[in-house]
Each structure stands twice: as C-alpha cells, then as structure tokens.
C-alpha cells in the first residue's frame, strides 16, 4: 500500500493519475489510470501474499506466472460471466 494523493487531493511526488474518461457503456464504473515514477515502496508495506521481495530487490514466488495471474484475475471473472 502507498499513498497517492496528499491531504489537499494533489498527487504526491512519483505517482501520476489519469482519468480514462466516459467509455461505450457502464459509465457509472470510474477507471483510471496510475503510473509510480521512482517510487520507494517500504517492504513492510507491500501486499505479499503469493509472492516476496528480498532486501536485496529480488522478486520471488512459489507459484507460476499464470497461476499468479489466474488468482489475480479470479475476483474479475465472475462480475464479467454475470455481465455477459
């Protein structure tokens, strides 16, 4: 987890937002964009539940990248079927 906007509602130093504008339906669902330029993330900070990061930088995980990504995509994939 990081902060993105100050007290104020401006955006903190390294993180930009954007928004994606009106779409072809679905309007009421807001998207946006968020890029992190040279952003430190503090470790203890980070949501690491299927993957770490050393103190050295280095990313590891038990799992495969399309396991990975099958988990991340889980919660989307029933709203989607619904919507269809």
């Known amino acids: 987890l990081v902060r993105i906007r100050a007290d104020?509602?401006?955006?903190?130093p390294g993180v930009t937002l954007a928004d994606c504008g009106d779409k072809e339906g679905?309007?009421?669902?807001?998207?946006?964009?968020i890029w992190f330029h040279d952003l430190r993330i503090p470790t203890t900070a980070l949501l690491?539940?299927?993957?770490?990061?050393s103190?050295?930088?280095?990313?590891s995980?038990?799992?495969?990248?399309?396991?990975v990504f099958a988990v991340?995509?889980?919660?989307?994939?029933?709203?989607?079927v619904h919507l269809a």
């Open 72 to 80: 991340a995509m889980g919660p989307l994939t029933g709203g989607r």
């Open 48 to 53: 690491s539940r299927y993957a770490t990061l």
């Open 8 to 12: 104020d509602g401006a955006e903190v």
């Open 61 to 67: 995980t038990p799992h495969t990248p399309d396991a």
């Open 55 to 59: 103190p050295t930088g280095a990313y």
């Open 26 to 33: 679905l309007n009421g669902v807001d998207n946006g964009r």
